[in-house]
């Protein structure tokens, strides 16, 4: 089964709206989640990762907010920009365990 | 992408026959991952390697298998290609077991 549950499937957000995507976990083993960009025809990109001892990270226009006890984590993005239309995964893992499982993914779009 | 290249880039075999995907590194990194992406399902990961012939399974690795024989090389056996397998695949790489590196990715299509 999904070990990580990612939603909306899909996004569409006007220039400088703040897109929200959302994961949730059952793993309570998993300590590391990482969110990957990834573009057409490309591989996915680590974006920004956290580790359950803080509940929120920020790196450039991209935070990411995490629930310990709702085992969940979110990716804000503000001010989108078109050029943040892309496809977001969020994932999962505990550390040394050698398997990262990934969420569905979400195809964000910024329109212009 | 810097540091992992991964040949071919496309595709296309018939139903039966063998395929392999070779993922190749300039890193020295330890670990190395397959991964197949379908739509609906995310990544999902096939073998991984954490050393030159030490290598694992992952969730979906019926009908697969892999070799590591140098550092820098992970190949990637479909033995007997099915449609099943129509995917986009992905290797990644690592120095530790997080912060992973894609490739760029191969598109196989099984006719």
């Known amino acids: 089964q999904q070990q990580v549950k990612q939603s909306p499937q899909s996004l569409i957000v006007q220039k400088g709206g703040i897109p929200i995507i959302n994961c949730a976990y059952e793993n309570t083993a998993f300590d590391y989640f990482p969110w990957y960009q990834q573009f057409p025809g490309k591989g996915p990109a680590l974006l920004i990762a956290?580790?359950?001892?803080?509940s929120e990270k920020k790196e450039g226009r991209f935070t990411i907010s995490f629930n310990k006890s709702a085992k969940q984590f979110s990716l804000h993005i503000m001010d989108s920009q078109p050029g943040d239309s892309a496809t977001y995964f969020c994932?999962?893992?505990?550390?040394?365990?050698?398997?990262?499982?990934f969420g569905t993914g979400t195809r964000l779009t910024v329109i212009p | 992408d810097a540091g992992i290249t991964q040949s071919p880039r496309h595709k296309v075999t018939e139903t039966g026959t063998p395929v392999t995907l070779r993922c190749h590194q300039t890193e020295n990194h330890r670990y190395m991952y397959w991964y197949r992406q379908d739509p609906g399902h995310g990544l999902r990961l096939i073998h991984y390697?954490?050393?030159?012939?030490?290598?694992d399974k992952g969730e979906v690795s019926d009908g697969y298998s892999v070799s590591r024989s140098k550092t820098e090389d992970f190949l990637l056996t479909l033995e007997s290609a099915t449609s099943s397998q129509t995917s986009v695949y992905f290797c990644?790489?690592?120095?530790?077991?997080?912060?992973?590196?894609f490739g760029s990715g191969t598109r196989l299509t099984v006719v």
């Open positions: 990644a790489i690592s120095a530790m077991s997080a912060g992973y590196t």
């Open positions: 994932a999962a893992m505990r550390t040394g365990a050698n398997n990262l499982f």
């Open positions: 956290i580790r359950p001892d803080v």
């Open positions: 390697s954490y050393g030159v012939k030490d290598t």
